[in-house]
């Protein structure tokens, strides 16, 4: 189930980057990324709605920090527009995946933001600098 | 140069901790309420830069379209999934399926034209990055004992 999850989330983000592309091309930058969102927060907030709500709104014993991940998105959305006018679409786009999983890697490998300790093993890392140089060939 | 460099990996390092904070948030609060947090306060924090880095040029709407409204609701999917992975799956993981997943169906799209009208021939480098992957994941579980993506 976990992966299926997850094959869906790379499935919705390469959707995502074909409609905001689409959007991007009329309206700027800034007012796609408050308009989609907008409208997500209000789809989603219907399907909370009609949702099993077993947890009651509890989003004041979550730990500040935590609850600054959305906005988040304001600073990638920036960042790699401005990457993008100094290295170009290509690079940017393969640094940006590349980015990403050197992160959660060294986060999970160090425990960091009280997740779980999770050990790479040698040969493990053979396996991600492979998959890493595949990403890197498919967005070229 | 450099500064581009730098900014394309603050963006990549910002998704992947920006996945992890908001799978914390369902800690506390159901995934639907999480997801339709994380798209608000993703909203303001737009309107607020956009404001500041452009003005009131951020309400020019004139170019919308009322089928925008409904593309806004992928993002739903990309939230809703990302959180329910990671808690499956943990952060790594959850990356790596996603990001494989997510350069699978973009070639798809440009191979097939897709939603994006002009259709794009196969490339020699994405031949060899889909074999590069494949390898890469048969490496990677090698000394596992439970499977990370089932290949073939």
């Not at chain 2, 799956?89 to 440009?110: E, M, N, R």
């Amino acid at each position: 189930m976990g992966i299926i999850l997850a094959i869906l989330s790379g499935f919705f983000i390469a959707l995502q980057n074909v409609t905001n592309a689409t959007i991007g091309s009329e309206l700027s930058t800034w007012t796609t990324a408050m308009i989609t969102q907008a409208a997500g927060a209000t789809g989603a907030f219907i399907i909370y709605l009609f949702s099993k709500k077993n947890q009651t709104l509890g989003l004041n014993k979550v730990k500040p920090l935590y609850l600054f991940g959305g906005s988040f998105g304001a600073i990638v959305v920036a960042s790699s527009v401005i990457a993008v006018s100094y290295v170009g679409a290509t690079i940017s786009n393969a640094l940006i995946l590349l980015a990403q999983l050197g992160i959660v890697i060294m986060i999970e490998a160090y425990g960091l933001f009280d997740l779980k300790k999770q050990k790479i093993a040698g040969k493990q890392w053979v396996g991600l600098a492979l998959m890493m140089l595949g990403a890197i060939f498919i967005s070229l | 140069m450099i500064i581009g460099i730098l900014l394309a990996l603050v963006a990549g390092a910002f998704v992947g901790l920006q996945n992890i904070f908001n799978r914390h948030l369902n800690e506390h609060v159901s995934s639907w309420f999480a997801t339709t947090f994380v798209l608000l306060t993703g909203s303001v924090a737009a309107l607020i830069i956009g404001l500041l880095l452009q003005g009131t040029k951020i309400f020019d709407v004139s170019g919308m379209k009322p089928s925008y409204w409904f593309f806004g609701l992928v993002g739903v999917g990309v939230i809703y999934t990302m959180i329910q992975a990671m808690r499956r799956l943990g952060p790594t993981k959850t990356v790596l399926i996603s990001i494989i997943a997510q350069l699978a169906f973009s070639l798809l799209f440009d191979v097939t034209g897709f939603l994006t009208l002009p259709q794009v021939d196969l490339k020699w480098q994405d031949i060899v990055g889909v074999l590069l992957i494949i390898s890469g994941v048969l490496i990677f579980n090698l000394k596992k004992k439970v499977p990370l993506v089932r290949v073939k």
